[in-house]
């Protein structure tokens, strides 16, 4: 059998092909245009996080002796690509000045997650080699510094911030600085946590004002509230790691994942060696590490 022709003249044609589309689609067509408005807004969106991801120049840097890491986050996309240093150390600080140089940022912020106990913040240092910038340490702490800052404040680098959560526990002064949420912002968040997070770990809450309660309800109301996705990048690391993330802490760290009490009991029975640098470190510290900036200068120039 030969399938059946619809002859129709081609006006009529159109004017019943203008009907269907008119009437027969008129859901789907509507459909069709939201979902297509919808898929701009998600690619300008992703476009957006993925913009922001870009213009942040990230780098890690490692210290031996103290097993303490160094972060250095700048703004690419700003004319004058400023940058922060978190947690630098006194015997690194040419090698990171030398990154900075030749990396061709504008450092203007110096800053401590708190008060170390095993290193000599390299702040004070930065501070003489390279006039302008400035340090920053949390209010709780009582250190020097220039900028003392506190809960909810924000430390601008550009166009990209940093976000201050106070974490102490560890210290009293600790603070966990997580880069900004938002469209022109990071994505994931990278939270950099100082001693009150290590990966699979966290600092020892008994000496400077430490304590295993406050420290457990820090974590937990303001890191592990965090997006699950976030990064965290600790003050130190003694394993080999460099990066984990609060869904994975959250799950597997052998401390935090306790109840408080239990939490509580393991950390007043850790039976931890007294700091060997703490007796220099802290001191040193409380003053932004400048207590023999001069002595070296003088030295250096003999």
């Known amino acids: ?145 220039d900028h003392l800052i506190e809960q909810g404040d924000k430390i601008n680098f550009g166009n990209l911030y940093l976000e201050v959560r106070a974490t102490p526990g560890h210290t009293l002064g600790c603070v966990t600085y997580v880069t900004g949420d938002g469209l022109n912002q990071p994505n994931p968040r990278l939270a950099f946590t100082g001693d009150a997070v290590l990966i699979r770990g966290c600092g020892r809450t008994d000496f400077q004002g430490g304590s295993s309660r406050q420290l457990y309800q820090s974590v937990h109301s303001q890191i592990f509230t965090l997006p699950k996705e976030t990064l965290i990048y600790p003050a130190h690391d003694y394993k080999g790691f460099t990066v984990s993330t609060v869904g994975e802490e959250m799950l597997y760290n052998p401390r935090l994942t306790k109840d408080e009490e239990t939490f509580k009991s393991i950390m007043e029975n850790l039976k931890l060696a007294y700091p060997k640098m703490i007796d220099v470190a802290v001191p040193a510290n409380m003053a932004c590490g400048l207590q023999d900036v001069a002595v070296k200068a003088e030295a250096a120039s003999s």
């Open 1 to 145: 059998m030969l399938p059946l022709r619809l002859h129709l003249p081609a006006h009529r044609g159109l004017r019943l092909l203008s009907l269907f589309t008119r009437f027969g689609s008129r859901q789907t067509v509507a459909f069709s245009v939201e979902s297509k408005v919808r898929s701009v807004a998600m690619a300008s969106y992703s476009t957006a996080a993925a913009d922001a991801s870009r213009r942040l120049l990230f780098r890690q840097l490692f210290e031996k002796e103290s097993s303490t890491y160094t972060y250095l986050l700048a703004d690419m996309g700003h004319p004058e690509k400023p940058a922060v240093l978190i947690d630098p150390v006194d015997k690194t600080v040419d090698r990171d000045l030398s990154l900075i140089r030749d990396l061709g940022v504008k450092l203007i912020y110096a800053m401590n997650t708190h008060v170390h106990a095993d290193h000599v913040t390299g702040t004070g240092i930065i501070k003489v080699k390279v006039p302008g910038v400035q340090s920053v340490i949390s209010k709780a702490s009582n250190a020097k510094a």
